[in-house]
């Protein structure tokens, strides 16, 4: 360790480097509730999502049968915007840290 100005300052080598946590991954996840049509939530999955109809029709059974699905994961913050989007459709959903 070296001295300047009378503070201690680490030698180069001295200094290790600081790996970066992985960024946090989110899910956005669709919940089941008692006043969407089935057909409903395939519009929208569809619609907003742009999803094909067998992954839109899995997906809201899933919602249907478990009681929710996770449609998306990535960035929090773009998880919230589809949440919100969701809920501007009618939709429950909520932001949730992705498990894996």
């Given at each position: 360790?070296?001295?300047?100005?009378?503070?201690?300052?680490?030698?180069?080598?001295?200094?290790?480097?600081?790996?970066?946590?992985?960024?946090?991954?989110?899910?956005?996840?669709?919940?089941?509730?008692p006043?969407?049509?089935?057909?409903?939530?395939?519009?929208?999955?569809?619609?907003?999502?742009?999803?094909?109809?067998?992954?839109?029709?899995?997906?809201?059974?899933?919602?249907?049968?478990?009681?929710?699905?996770?449609?998306?994961?990535?960035p929090?913050?773009?998880?919230?915007?589809?949440?919100?989007?969701?809920?501007?459709?009618?939709?429950?959903?909520?932001?949730?840290?992705?498990?894996?």
């Open positions: 360790m070296g001295v300047m100005a009378g503070i201690a300052v680490p030698d180069l080598d001295e200094i290790t480097e600081i790996e970066a946590a992985p960024p946090t991954s989110w899910q956005t996840v669709v919940w089941n509730d006043v969407n049509l089935m057909s409903y939530v395939v519009h929208v999955f569809r619609t907003y999502f742009g999803f094909d109809a067998d992954t839109a029709h899995r997906l809201m059974l899933s919602v249907h049968h478990d009681g929710h699905a996770v449609v998306a994961r990535g929090r913050e773009v998880m919230e915007v589809h949440a919100q989007a969701l809920h501007d459709y009618g939709l429950w959903a909520t932001v949730r840290k992705d498990p894996r």
